[in-house]
């Protein structure tokens, strides 16, 4: 149990039921940038600087059936390690682009996404970046995805 508590550290994913909020925690290495939850994957590829911005990069799979999803900008954030928080200006989820994008994934199809944050000023890592993705009434369940230490490169 104490090993989990330390993995879960690294990475947690919380997921929406039908019944109400029910915390989930998964475990991956901090190496790792992929995560996957009752048929959803999420792997964050990069974080770019853009100017005084960040853009963060990403696929998104359906690993079990074709799924309408959303990638809802207005829910994503990060935050550096100064406590200083961050919510996404704008998001794209395949060729949609907006604060709330909608998606038809085809199972095993992995789809581009990106996320960018305005004004992001002298920060090299962010200490957490929270996605969520999900379907609200569709049938894609809605999830939210944290990755910790992110590193944000050069562009």
């Not at 090299?124 to 894609?140: D, F, I, P, R, T």
């Amino acid at each position: 149990m104490e090993m989990m508590w330390k993995l879960a550290q690294n990475v947690l994913i919380f997921s929406w039921i039908s019944v109400g909020f029910s915390p989930q925690v998964l475990s991956i290495s901090p190496a790792e940038r992929s995560i996957e939850v009752e048929g959803l994957k999420y792997n964050l590829q990069q974080c770019t600087r853009v100017g005084q911005n960040v853009k963060c990069d990403s696929f998104v799979t359906s690993t079990e059936r074709d799924v309408e999803c959303y990638l809802f900008a207005n829910k994503l954030r990060a935050f550096d390690f100064a406590g200083n928080q961050y919510f996404a200006e704008s998001a794209q989820f395949g060729n949609s682009s907006g604060q709330v994008t909608k998606v038809g994934l085809i199972r095993g199809i992995p789809v581009k996404s990106s996320v960018l944050f305005n004004n992001i000023q002298k920060v090299n890592k962010l200490a957490v970046l929270e996605v969520v993705v999900g379907g609200g009434w569709s049938s894609c369940k809605t999830h939210t995805f944290q990755f910790r230490n992110i590193s944000i490169d050069a562009p």
